[in-house]
């Protein structure tokens, strides 16, 4: 253990809470084995980019990281650089073509490979590769959570949708589901640990079971966590509107400790773009969802996803989607433009939109979302909310946050009477677009 006292190792983590999740099960193998993090890449012995793939901009800015890191390496030729996730299992031997300096390529079912590979270029200075996707999605490994009072759970990986932007099924696979019990068991582990909240992580959390023998789904599973004293607050994270049953809402609405948010992925308000994104379900389905959890689950906070300039996509289907913004009064919105990513059915489909045209959009509609979002947050003025404290703000440390039950963000300012993990009710004084304003109750 003596020489790796000073071992050190430096983690970016692009993506998804999936990534999130996955960088702290690599965090945990370097730990486990001596290694310190650093948050000064000049000092590190192994560089680890656990990266993103699901649009192109995710892409460009790892590459541009990967070709910064050359230099580093030419300082410091020991140096061990691997790189994980969906751009390595993408990728896979071609990031060696175009970055030699890289050491380690790892792919999406293959985090439990990194000692094994990392001693192994230890031992001599070649390029490894792990990026079997017949290997298992789900190994027990030693786990470094990176925060205190919240934890992420996997629960499922992969994704079987095949929606036609996406490149997520490829590099993660087919949908698999971690047996209940494993579940369960890291759930009472981090509840002993003292966290309080957990988020129940997978592509599409409503899926959980489909591929199980026994008889269980997201709602028994949900039923489960509930009884597993000391959590406070779990969180699910992407529900997808196909699979989400009005049983999973009713499961929703009768948990203690399930919160009060739902994510709920659209993508568009015209039929004809969710048919050609294969999504699988309508706008009045949809509707009829959320009028549904709106009834069951009370002080419902929704969020979505949106893709401006699918292929096609004419200016009455975007129109649809304004609509449906302002029929649904979202609480928050993540926008993003259609990025074409190679291999993906849509990327080879007619009618591509232009950068010029697709980027006039995404404005539009964040205008269009931004009055919906104040609005949404002013109506949450002169009420209290149940507050778990995170901490000071970045920029002001007079300035604390915490977020509510449904995952709004309320900042206050600290009078040292509490602590970060602290249960706290905050009144809300001003509701802006993005953030809230408030003053502790004591
Ligand atoms: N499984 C989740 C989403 C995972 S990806 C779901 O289906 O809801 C997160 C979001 O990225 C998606 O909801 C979608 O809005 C966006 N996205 C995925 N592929 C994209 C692409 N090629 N271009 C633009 N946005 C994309
Ligand atoms: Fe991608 Fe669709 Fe799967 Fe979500 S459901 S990960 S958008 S293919
Ligand atoms: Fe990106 Fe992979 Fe997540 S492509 S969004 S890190 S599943």
Redesign the pocket.
């Known amino acids: 253990m003596d020489a790796l006292a000073n071992k050190f190792y430096f983690l970016a983590t692009y993506g998804?809470q999936m990534n999130e999740s996955d960088s702290e099960r690599y965090a945990g193998q370097l730990e486990a084995l001596g290694y310190h993090r650093t948050e000064e890449i000049d000092m590190a012995d192994v560089v680890l980019l656990n990266t993103c793939c699901?649009?192109e901009t995710a892409e460009g800015k790892i590459l541009g990281k990967i070709g910064e890191l050359k230099h580093i390496k030419a300082r410091n030729p020991q140096l061990i650089i691997a790189v994980t996730g969906c751009m390595a299992q993408e990728w896979q031997d071609r990031l060696f073509q175009r970055a030699p300096h890289i050491d380690l390529v790892i792919g999406t079912h293959n985090i439990h490979k990194l000692i094994e590979l990392l001693q192994e270029r230890q031992h001599k200075s070649d390029h490894y590769l792990a990026a079997d996707m017949t290997a298992p999605a789900f190994h027990e490994l030693p786990t470094k959570r990176f925060q205190k009072f919240f934890a992420w759970v996997p629960i499922m990986n992969g994704?079987n949708?095949f929606?036609t932007?996406?490149?997520?099924p490829y590099v993660r696979g087919r949908e698999v589901s971690r047996p209940v019990d494993e579940i369960l068991r890291e759930i009472k582990t981090i509840a002993a640990e003292g966290y309080k909240e957990i988020t129940l992580l997978g592509?599409?959390v409503n899926s959980y079971g489909l591929d199980l023998k026994d008889d269980l789904d997201f709602s028994t599973l949900i039923q489960e966590i509930d009884r597993i004293d000391g959590i406070e607050r779990v969180r699910y994270m992407?529900s997808?509107p196909k699979d989400m049953t009005f049983a999973m809402i009713d499961a929703i609405g009768a948990s203690k400790k399930v919160v009060n948010h739902m994510h709920l992925?659209i993508?568009s308000g015209s039929d004809e773009l969710l048919k050609r994104m294969n999504r699988g379900y309508t706008v009045a389905h949809y509707l009829e969802l959320v009028d549904y959890a709106r009834a069951r689950i009370p002080d419902l906070v929704l969020t979505t996803?949106?893709?401006v300039g699918f292929p096609g996509e004419t200016e009455e289907m975007f129109q649809d989607t304004l609509q449906l913004l302002q029929k649904v009064q979202y609480d928050m919105a993540?926008t993003?433009?259609?990025?074409?990513?190679t291999g993906t059915p849509a990327a080879k489909m007619d009618g591509q939109i232009s950068a010029e045209e697709k980027s006039r959009r995404l404005q539009r509609l964040m205008d269009v979302q931004n009055v919906y979002s104040l609005a949404r947050n002013e109506a949450m003025e002169q009420k209290t909310y149940e507050v778990i404290v995170e901490g000071p703000t970045k920029n002001d440390e007079h300035h604390w946050f915490g977020r509510t039950r449904g995952n709004k963000m309320i900042i206050w300012e600290d009078d040292g009477s509490v602590r970060i993990g602290d249960t706290v009710q905050v009144m809300v004084d001003k509701g802006q677009t993005w953030v809230l304003k408030g003053h502790l109750v004591h």
């Open positions: 998804c699901v649009r994704c949708k929606c932007y996406c490149i997520v592509q599409n992407t997808h992925p993508q996803d949106l893709i993540y993003f433009i259609y990025s074409p990513r």
